[in-house]
């Protein structure tokens, strides 16, 4: 009855629009009373979870994609990608796929890409002849590649959650990262080829050595990023730090990072940080409720009923995740069931990371869905676009998004393949 209420209590606050933190940190504070728990007691659990040494890694990945954004990498990646594809029919679609690919190296929020990418991507395929559905569903199908490819931030995130190798995470990560990236290249193909009016472009030679020339330096980021973690020279926490370094001196030598920049990008991380920590604190509050209650017992024995196998186990996470995802924010729901999935997975030896990568991806697909859509919302912002317009473009580039769902789901050691190969 108490947990009835508790779930109602939040249901309630999230249809009338309160702030995910405060819909979870009310009814949680009022649960504590009502049990005799001290207000004492509450905090320490709140402040406890956000005082996370793997978190720390969090604002700094936040900067990172900040500074990279401010310094103008992502118009350079776009004007280098279209260089390269000039002579594809219906390149600026393959250019936005490989921008998002390539800016995901360096920023892990799927908002963040959203906003930088969309203002260089929508206008220049709607100037070029793509229809504005086309232009904004790609642009915001392409973004959810970041929080997927590392350095990813919800993968920072769940590793911190599950006590789980952020390295082996973030090289699992890699594979259904790439799928989703070619997957969303064959459903480019196809709309493409019907639009006769696309026509391919011209190789410029000249347009080529100086879009090179540009983004030279900021490829070397992933290098120094993920290099440094993979190959054990760096925790994620000081690979971020040094990325980050790394991308505010790219700024400097290139000339493309202002003063004004710098510190628009030190506000962002702020707000941005502020935001998940807040989100991250409330959430493990509700858990420690959700946990005294026995719910994750409960759960574990009311799934042994339905299936033991560990792939229909798998099945039921991706769709919890998927239904959760329309409504709340995906950094809430990892901090909320996370400590609850994870002792019924291993029960059913079904790896933490295998876990991580498959809900990370559901609750990506969350992002272009409603009424949350937070990417759907951005780029209808960035685009001036309705934000209906926006989800039926993206409609179709939701389909190999649910396939490497599927994918995961059904081959979970292809995800640990690269992990096992890097000894991770």
């Not at 310094?71 to 390149?91: D, H, P, S, T």
């Not at 409960?298 to 033991?308: D, K, P, R, V």
Request: charged content about 10%; overall charge positive; proline content about 6%.
């Amino acid at each position: 009855m108490m947990l009835a209420l508790l779930g109602l209590a939040i249901a309630v606050l999230l249809v009338i629009r309160v702030p995910v933190a405060f819909a979870f940190l009310g009814p949680s504070l009022v649960y504590m009373a009502l049990v005799g728990q001290s207000t004492g007691a509450a905090l320490r659990l709140v402040t406890n979870a956000a005082a996370s040494f793997p978190l720390l890694a969090v604002p700094l990945f936040v900067l990172l994609g900040a500074l990279a954004n401010h310094a103008g990498i992502a118009e350079r990646l776009f004007r280098f990608a279209q260089a390269v594809l000039a002579k594809v029919r219906g390149n600026l679609g393959y250019v936005a796929i490989g921008t998002s690919v390539g800016f995901s190296w360096m920023s892990g929020s799927a908002v963040a890409d959203a906003a930088a990418l969309g203002k260089v991507q929508i206008p220049a395929m709607i100037k070029a002849g793509y229809g504005r559905r086309f232009a904004t569903g790609l642009s915001s199908a392409a973004a959810l590649i970041a929080p997927v490819m590392p350095p990813s931030i919800p993968a920072v995130i769940f590793a911190g959650l599950a006590a789980a190798s952020t390295g082996a995470l973030f090289a699992a990560s890699v594979i259904p990262a790439l799928v989703m990236a070619v997957g969303l290249c064959v459903v480019v193909f196809i709309l493409v080829r019907r639009n006769p009016a696309l026509r391919s472009g011209r190789f410029d030679k000249a347009e080529f050595m100086a879009s090179t020339k540009g983004v030279i330096l900021p490829l070397f980021a992933p290098f120094v990023i993920l290099g440094g973690i993979l190959g054990g020279f760096f925790t994620p926490t000081e690979a971020a730090a040094v990325g980050a370094a790394y991308i505010l001196l790219v700024g400097i030598v290139q000339r493309s990072l202002t003063l004004k920049g710098f510190l628009e990008a030190l506000k962002e991380t702020a707000l941005t940080t502020g935001s998940i920590m807040l989100i991250v604190a409330s959430a493990s509050l509700l858990g420690y409720i959700l946990a005294r209650e026995r719910l994750p017992q409960m759960l574990t024995e009311l799934l042994f009923t339905i299936t033991s196998s560990p792939i229909m186990f798998l099945a039921l996470v991706a769709v919890l995740m998927l239904i959760l995802g329309t409504v709340i924010d995906a950094t809430a729901i990892l901090v909320l069931v996370t400590p609850i999935l994870l002792p019924i997975a291993l029960k059913y030896e079904v790896n933490p990371i295998v876990l991580g990568v498959l809900m990370i991806v559901s609750l990506m697909i969350g992002l272009l869905t409603p009424p949350v859509g937070t990417v759907l919302f951005v780029t209808a912002t960035v685009s001036k676009t309705p934000v209906g317009e926006v989800f039926r473009g993206a409609l179709p580039f939701l389909v190999p998004l649910v396939v490497t769902m599927i994918l995961i789901i059904v081959f979970p050691d292809a995800v640990m393949w690269l992990p096992g190969v890097l000894g991770l």
